[in-house]
């Protein structure tokens, strides 16, 4: 056998690992954010989401406008709508679901959180713990 007759093995290309996607959003959120977004001043590329201190309970949720997308965030896109993650909030808001509520006397969004531990009683900020090893697990981190 020459190396003519050789049989081809092909190297299978890398398999890709599936990203998770931190957070999801309810319709009434897409549509609120994409409303949002088209009404903005400036071009807005994304919506950046994250978590910062303070407030009675801890922590706040934090939304800005992303006119551009930095190294290293996660992009999740969602109903149309693309959300940034800064990066020291992903553990925090692994498994969240954003809604938005219209109510008689106010509205707003309204995160879903499974690591959150407990909340303010005006509503402002929460505690929340970073996800769990098995949350991680489950969701193939």
């Not at 692994?94 to 954003?98: A, C, D, K, N, V």
């Not at 109510?103 to 690591?115: L, R």
């Given at each position: 056998m020459t190396s003519q007759d050789a049989p081809v093995t092909e190297t299978p290309a890398p398999r890709k690992r599936p990203r998770f996607q931190v957070l999801s959003l309810t319709e009434a959120a897409a549509e609120r954010l994409r409303?949002?977004?088209e009404n903005s001043d400036t071009p807005v590329e994304a919506v950046r989401l994250g978590v910062k201190k303070g407030g009675c309970a801890g922590m706040e949720y934090t939304m800005e406008y992303a006119q551009s997308i930095v190294p290293g965030e996660d992009v999740v896109e969602d109903k149309g709508v693309k959300l940034?993650?800064?990066p020291k909030a992903v553990l925090f808001l692994?498994?969240?679901?954003?809604d938005f509520k219209v109510?008689?006397?106010?509205?707003?969004?309204?995160?879903?959180?499974?690591?959150q531990t407990s909340a303010c009683g005006c509503g402002e900020s929460v505690e929340i713990q970073p996800a769990s090893p098995e949350a991680l697990a489950q969701a193939g981190v």
């Open positions: 409303e949002i977004m940034v993650i800064d692994l498994g969240t679901e954003m109510g008689k006397m106010s509205s707003g969004f309204v995160f879903n959180n499974p690591n």
